[in-house]
């Protein structure tokens, strides 16, 4: 009888069966600490249980939808992104988290930004040691103090819970730690209109700048917010110990552009 049975587990109609079982199984495969999309078959005060096409109904703690404000969107049949915290609790039923799901999503999104370089919007809502906390896309991230201004800003109060747009500077998976900067930004701002104003001059032009600074080797210019230099030796034909002998601070002056 044993070697009946075994010829049986061993024919091609056995072998057919077994695989169309196991492709059936394969369907419904759900595994922890995935992101499923099911849907919702019941609501009750406490639970939302939902059909991730697991062997059993999983299971959603209502109080996480109530904290992410997302209850009025919940109905019978509708669909929700979850990630299964635990494939069987005593009852046998799939443990999802909805705000696990939200911050797996958001973590992918943030490493793609810091792949292509791309900003991201944010808001700073506290301060720890070393700098401040952000929210970006319900992830917490870290703005360091020296990367919030091109300068040191003593007070951020206009800044806090406003939107603002930061660059990702660090996106380190394994320890959990996303670095971003405000200053990056302006930065880059700051370089754009540089360009843009750099573009309307050119060599030989002749410009008036307003003296903004004198040292002993020249003479710095305003050009309505363009910074220029006179080196002292294009200061004056004749031979001059200081540039204070000629310019005096706020004073106004007709200029080339040599370079």
């Not at 062997?55 to 404000?69: M, P, V």
């Not at 669909?79 to 009852?91: G, T």
Request: glycine share 8%; charged share 35%; net charge positive.
């Amino acid at each position: 009888k044993m070697e009946e049975i075994y010829k049986d587990l061993s024919s091609s109609k056995s072998k057919e069966f077994e695989k169309l079982l196991n492709s059936e199984f394969t369907k419904y495969k759900v595994e922890e600490g995935k992101i499923c999309e099911g849907t919702i078959t019941k609501i009750t005060n406490k639970l939302i249980y939902i059909d991730c096409g697991g062997k059993s109904e999983g299971t959603l703690d209502i109080s996480e939808i109530k904290l992410l404000k997302e209850g009025d969107d919940l109905k019978i049949g509708g669909k929700i992104s979850v990630l299964v915290v635990k494939l069987e609790d005593k009852n046998g039923d799939l443990i999802n988290s909805r705000e696990k799901a939200k911050k797996m999503k958001s973590w992918k999104r943030l490493e793609e930004a810091f792949e292509k370089k791309e900003e991201v919007v944010g808001q700073i809502i506290s301060r720890i040691k070393g700098g401040w906390v952000v929210d970006v896309q319900t992830s917490l991230c870290f703005l360091p103090g020296s990367q919030v201004d091109l300068k040191p800003l003593k007070n951020i109060n206009h800044l806090m819970k406003e939107k603002q747009r930061f660059m990702i500077v660090k996106c380190d998976k394994i320890r959990g730690n996303i670095v971003v900067s405000r200053r990056a930004i302006l930065e880059n701002m700051k370089n754009a209109n540089k360009d843009e104003m750099l573009s309307k001059f050119k060599e030989n032009d002749i410009v008036e700048g307003t003296v903004k600074g004198i040292t002993d080797y020249g003479v710095f210019f305003d050009l309505n917010g363009m910074d220029a230099m006179c080196h002292i030796k294009e200061c004056s034909w004749s031979r001059i110990g200081h540039p204070e002998e000629l310019f005096s601070m706020g004073q106004k002056q007709k200029l080339k552009i040599i370079k």
